[in-house]
T-cell receptor
């Protein structure tokens, strides 16, 4: 069974440029999460989807970050414009069911470097 | 809101030695507790979880953890560490209401020496 797939694995951009990350969750997983992981820190939730609906986006900086999960399957996280402080790893995770029991399956992450 | 403290940023152990990684949580009710492991350049992998019942839980790769309500702790243990266990370990707590996200600790980096 395929795991959570993320792309790109690495991205280097100049500040003020846009960037997008893509995530394909495990088949059948209704819930999808985007986490931010800064160096030396644990993951922090950015947004959580249950099917197509964003049920928790309270930590998403909406002035520059946006996300979508069309058709309730794969998802895209966008940053526009990127800032130096956005350099981090962006992790996607998915879980089965719409109740958050915490049994998350993570992708390998997308490492962003903003110059 | 729940929170997690992992007091040790970095631990070094010799191969074959025993290991204990500490985790303390804060939550007003019975929490859901997890340990995840992250190898360099990889995503997080679930080692074990506690929802209810037996307070000693077994996980993958020979790891176990014990939930101690009186100490608000969920320490991870392994009797004999292998070099391949070198990684970052994250403790996480979830609310048993089911609709709040996991909160992760800052992690403990484990180094294994020969």
């Amino acid at each position: 069974e395929a795991g959570v797939v993320q792309s790109p694995r690495y991205k280097i951009i100049e500040k003020k440029q846009p960037v997008a990350f893509w995530c394909n969750p495990i088949s059948g997983h209704n819930t999808l999460y985007w986490y931010l992981q800064n160096l030396g820190q644990g993951p922090e939730l950015l947004i959580r989807y249950e099917n197509e609906e964003a049920v928790d986006d309270s930590q998403l900086p909406k002035d520059r970050f946006s996300a979508e999960r069309l058709k309730g399957v794969d998802s895209t996280l966008k940053i526009q414009p990127a800032e130096l402080g956005d350099s981090a790893v962006y992790l996607c995770a998915s879980s089965f069911g719409t109740v958050d029991t915490g049994e998350l399956f993570f992708g390998e992450g997308s490492r962003l470097t903003v110059l | 809101a729940q929170s997690v403290t992992q007091p040790d940023i970095h631990i070094t152990v010799s191969e074959g030695a025993s290991l204990e990684l500490r985790c303390n949580y804060s939550y007003g009710a019975t929490p859901y507790l997890f340990w995840y492991v992250q190898s360099p350049g990889q995503g997080l992998q679930l080692l074990l979880k506690y929802f209810s019942g037996d307070t000693l839980v077994q996980g993958i790769k020979g790891f176990e953890a014990e939930f101690k309500r009186s100490q608000s702790s969920f320490n991870l243990r392994k009797p004999s560490v292998h070099w391949s266990d070198a990684a970052e370990y994250f403790c996480a707590v979830g609310a048993n209401s089911g609709n709040t996200p996991l909160v992760f600790g800052k992690g403990t980096r484990l180094s294994v020496i020969a």
